[in-house]
Every structure is written in C-alpha cells, then in structure tokens.
C-alpha cells in the first residue's frame, strides 16, 4: 500500500486546520468551561471528515457553481460571527467576580450542539479549506490512492481537535482564571470580527 498520499494528506489537513480561527477558539472555550469538550470535538471532526469526503470526490466543482449558496452561507458566517464576537467583548469586559465557569458548565446540550455546527458550517473558509483545497488535490490521485489521502487528511482533523479540546480540559484551572479568561475572550472577539470584516470585504 503506498502511504504517500496518506502523509500527504495528514500535513496538508494539519496546516488547514492549526491556524487559529473561530472554530478553534470555539474548541477551546467549550474545553475551559469543560461543557462537553469532547462532543464539541468529535462534531467539529465529523464535519471535516463529511466536507474533506465529499470535496474529493467531486462536490467541490458543484459548490463553485453554486454562488448564491456560498453567498447565503458568508451572510449567515458574518452575522453569527459578530454576535459571538459581541459576546466573547462582553465577557472580558465584565467585572472578574460575574465570570462564572460553572454557569458555562450548564449551557444545554442543544445549544452546545447548535453552537458547533453554526461556528463550524456557517463559516465559508471551511468550504474553501476543505471541499475546495483539500478536495481538488485529493481529486487528483486515482483510487485507492484517493481514499488513502482521506484517510490521511481526516486523521489530522480528528488528532487535532481532540487534542484541542483535552488539552484546554487539562490547562483549565489555568486558563479560567479571571485575568487569563478575559484575555482569551478578548482575543477571541477580534479573531471573530477580523473573520467577519474579510468575509464582508470578500462580499463587496
């Protein structure tokens, strides 16, 4: 078996997905809050394993010809993005003694859900990342090298994110304190308006 492709595929997938963004940030807080870390990984994982899939075998070219779709998508990114922004900006702004992690901890398991699919699909540069980029190499090889480099490329997602979020889990008691968590959702507030601001300036 020729694990070239599947190589190829790991490292191309990792350097898709290391660069930190909404989705990552999102990894992270839900794995501070310890508000189902796991799940909130494995569905970020599911998607990429569902788009990286269909990407390459063929659902790539169909997406760019269907602009007003990945147009509705940017408009639905750009309105989540900045309402989660707003209220990552308001918690770091709030006075330490309101930061209360156990409150996270509660947030229900549909909104959890809701939540992850919303950062993870309303977002169009994961369709570029991983139907258009990821997809467009992969349909290059010729089977079983095309299900191989899947496998490869789907690897990096499901490490990474698991990874993300046991790692945030296990550095929690640091990452919560009320200095340091105000510095996280500060951060995060401006990766979420500055990926909000290039998908309108892409939108004009």
Same mark, same amino acid.
């Given at each position: 078996?020729?694990?070239?492709?599947?190589?190829?595929?790991?490292?191309?997938?990792?350097?898709?997905?290391? %660069?930190?963004?909404a989705q990552n940030a999102w990894v992270?807080?839900?794995?501070?809050? $310890? #508000?189902?870390?796991?799940?909130?990984? %494995?569905?970020?994982?599911?998607?990429?394993?569902?788009?990286?899939?269909?990407?390459?075998?063929?659902?790539?070219?169909?997406?760019?010809?269907?602009?007003?779709?990945? #147009?509705?998508?940017t408009i639905g990114g750009i309105l989540?993005?900045?309402?989660?922004?707003?209220?990552?900006l308001r918690s770091a702004l709030a006075?330490? +003694?309101?930061?209360?992690?156990?409150?996270?901890?509660?947030?229900?398991?549909?909104?959890?859900?809701?939540?992850?699919?919303?950062?993870?699909?309303? #977002?169009?540069?994961?369709?570029?990342?991983?139907?258009?980029?990821?997809?467009?190499? +992969?349909?290059?090889?010729?089977?079983?090298?095309?299900?191989?480099?899947?496998? +490869?490329?789907?690897?990096?997602?499901?490490?990474?994110?698991?990874?993300?979020?046991? +790692?945030?889990?296990?550095?929690?008691?640091?990452?919560?304190?009320?200095?340091? $968590?105000?510095?996280?959702?500060?951060?995060?507030?401006?990766?979420?308006?500055?990926?909000?601001?290039?998908?309108?300036? $892409?939108?004009?």
């Open positions: 078996m020729n694990v070239l492709p599947a190589v190829e595929g790991f490292f191309l997938g990792a350097s898709m997905i290391i %660069a930190i963004g992270i807080q839900k794995g501070i809050a $310890r #508000n189902y870390p796991l799940l909130v990984a %494995a569905i970020c994982a599911l998607c990429d394993i569902t788009l990286i899939t269909l990407g390459v075998y063929g659902a790539g070219a169909l997406l760019a010809e269907t602009q007003w779709l990945m #147009n509705s998508v989540f993005l900045g309402w989660y922004g707003l209220n990552s006075p330490a +003694g309101s930061l209360d992690i156990e409150s996270e901890k509660a947030v229900s398991l549909s909104r959890v859900v809701s939540g992850t699919l919303a950062v993870t699909l309303l #977002n169009p540069h994961v369709y570029l990342d991983t139907v258009m980029i990821l997809g467009g190499i +992969g349909n290059q090889y010729q089977e079983p090298d095309k299900m191989i480099f899947v496998l +490869g490329t789907v690897s990096a997602s499901i490490v990474w994110f698991f990874t993300l979020a046991l +790692g945030a889990v296990k550095l929690a008691p640091v990452l919560s304190r009320p200095k340091v $968590r105000k510095g996280i959702d500060l951060l995060i507030a401006t990766i979420m308006w500055v990926i909000a601001a290039s998908l309108i300036m $892409r939108m004009i």
